[in-house]
């Protein structure tokens, strides 16, 4: 039984090129770049901002749990909407160190000359335009992969990719 069912997965990925239909957000922080792949496929790319030193922007796989039109910015009060609220228009929190999508995410800014550096607190941030098309691809449930590695975003999907069809095989 078990043959069968590793069969079915290794001759299914051959049919089916990706693990998964959902969309999945890839950020590397050492090129300050954040991509969408849906079915295997590239559908979205943009440059981000990240944390100002590597420990603040959290690596590793995450899970969309928020997501916020015109988020307020709890830390100084600032509602959503705002100019001066740092968060920008969107916010797309995920489950990193713990927390409940509401402590690291990715979001717009009020500071669009920052992205493409390492300059915020944690999060990643993205310009307007970006942010607002990056929430209508993903949905709460989606994967988020983050890492600093010299390495394009294609290769660091498809590692992940290998390591999660691996990881449905065994199981």
Same mark, same amino acid.
């Not at 300050?32 to 079915?39: C, P, Q, S």
């Not at 990240?50 to 922007?57: A, F, P, Q, S």
């Not at 509401?102 to 500071?111: L, S």
């Not at 999907?157 to 999660?164: D, L, P, T």
């Given at each position: 039984? *078990?043959?069968?069912t590793i069969l079915? &997965?290794?001759i299914g990925?051959?049919? /089916?090129?990706?693990?998964?239909?959902?969309?999945v957000?890839v950020?590397n922080?050492?090129s300050?770049?954040?991509?969408?792949?849906?079915?295997g496929?590239?559908? &979205?790319?943009?440059p981000?901002a990240?944390?100002? /030193? *590597?420990?603040?922007?959290p690596?590793?796989?995450?899970?969309?749990?928020v997501k916020?039109?015109?988020?307020?910015?709890? =830390? =100084? +009060?600032?509602?959503?909407g705002?100019? *001066?609220?740092?968060?920008?228009? @969107?916010w797309?929190?995920?489950?990193?160190n713990?927390t409940?999508g @509401?402590? &690291?995410?990715?979001?717009?800014?009020? @500071?669009p000359?920052?992205?493409?550096k390492?300059?915020?607190a944690g999060?990643? @941030?993205?310009?307007k335009?970006?942010v607002?098309?990056l929430?209508?691809?993903?949905?709460v449930?989606d =994967?988020?992969?983050?890492t600093?590695?010299?390495?394009s975003?294609?290769e660091i999907? +498809?590692?992940?990719?290998?390591?999660?069809l691996?990881s449905?095989?065994?199981?």
């Open positions: 039984m *078990k043959l069968i079915f &997965f290794v990925s051959f049919i /089916t090129p990706s693990v998964s239909a959902d969309p957000i950020v922080k050492a300050h770049e954040l991509a969408v792949f849906k079915g496929k590239e559908i &979205f790319h943009a981000v990240t944390g100002k /030193t *590597k420990e603040l922007t690596e590793g796989v995450f899970t969309i749990k916020a039109v015109n988020p307020y910015y709890r =830390k =100084k +009060n600032i509602p959503g705002d100019p *001066k609220n740092p968060l920008g228009s @969107r797309i929190g995920f489950d990193a713990g409940d @509401r402590i &690291f995410g990715v979001h717009g800014t009020n @500071r000359g920052s992205i493409g390492s300059v915020s999060c990643i @941030r993205m310009k335009e970006n607002e098309k929430y209508d691809l993903v949905s449930g =994967k988020i992969i983050i600093n590695q010299q390495k975003l294609e999907y +498809n590692e992940w990719e290998k390591k999660e691996h449905m095989i065994t199981h």
